[in-house]
């Protein structure tokens, strides 16, 4: 059983560029979660997407971030127009669907770097 | 806002010791989470809890929710150099499904 698959690994962008990271969830999983971590902060919660729809982005910055999970194809956590502030770990995780547990299952992460 | 605490932020031990992390809040989560996270790896579940009270042993490892449910401890026994890392505990507030992490106790095992 494959686990979340996330990638780039690691993605170096220079200010200005647009940053597009991709998260395939486990199989049977149709729930997908994005969080950041900044460099020696914890992680923080971004937003929240079922397929073709966004359940929660209460985390997510006003401008500039955008997070999608079409029908086919992953989810993708796009930022435009990055800045240096932006660099830190962006981890996607899913889960089964809505039941008491939500247990989350998390990917290795995209380390994004903005020179 | 909900806040988890936890603490000790750093904790350095020999092998062979008895640990306790601990997990604070003063908001009522309807489930939480514990994980263990390796440098440049992604956050591994551990266990989730959900009722108050409930305890949940994973081999050396026991896991205990409040009555309440807004705070949770993690307790290592005879630890090995292999539980070296960050724990993070993480829960999810009534209604929602965003986890809510701790800050982190960073675990190191002296052989």
Known sequence: ?115 | TQLLEQSPQFLSIQEGENLTVYCNSSSVFSSLQWYRQEPGEGPVLLVTVVTGGEVKKLKRLTFQFGDARKDSSLHITAAQTGDTGLYLCAGAGTGRRALTFGSGTRLQVQP
């Open chain 1, 1 to 115: 059983n494959a686990g979340v698959m996330q990638n780039p690994r690691h993605l170096v962008r220079r200010r200005g560029q647009e940053a597009r990271l991709r998260c395939s969830p486990m199989k049977g999983h149709s729930h997908v979660y994005w969080y950041r971590q900044l460099p020696e902060e914890g992680l923080k919660f971004m937003v929240y997407l079922q397929k073709e729809n966004i359940i929660d982005e209460s985390g997510m910055p006003k401008e500039r971030f955008s997070a999608e999970f079409p029908k086919e194809g992953p989810s993708i956590l796009r930022i435009q127009q990055v800045v240096r502030g932006d660099s830190a770990a962006y981890f996607c995780a899913s889960s089964p669907g809505a039941g008491a547990y939500n247990e989350q299952f998390f990917g290795p992460g995209t380390r994004l770097t903005v020179l």
